[in-house]
């Protein structure tokens, strides 16, 4: 999953979920930074929260902010497929 925001040119940015640490960047000199970070798999709401240390040691905490992630694999509710070359070979 990615994240991306704006802070003070080189603070260091964690983004967390819970007490875990998904993904840091330190913020460039345009004030925007990016970073990918593997979540849990597992579908639901996940809340994230970005984490901001500046230099002289000070922190800044964004808003929450929750996303909700659906299954990967959903469970199979149609019939089977059945080509040409089934439908022939069934009748």
């Known amino acids: 999953m ?4 704006t802070g003070g040119v080189g603070d260091r940015i964690s983004v967390v979920e819970g007490r ?3 993904c840091s960047a330190t913020v460039h000199s345009d004030g925007d930074w990016t970073c990918r970070g593997r979540v849990a798999d597992t ?3 996940h809340t994230f929260v970005a984490v901001a240390t500046g230099r002289n040691g ?3 905490q964004s808003e929450p902010v929750t996303v909700r992630i659906a299954s990967r694999h959903r469970p199979y509710k149609g ?3 059945t080509g040409p ?3 022939a ?3």
């Open 58 to 60: 000070a922190t800044a």
């Open 43 to 45: 579908h639901g709401s």
């Open 2 to 5: 990615s994240f991306a925001g």
């Open 89 to 91: 070979a069934a009748s």
């Open 85 to 87: 070359r089934d439908a």
């Open 20 to 22: 875990r640490v998904v």
């Open 79 to 81: 019939r089977p497929h």
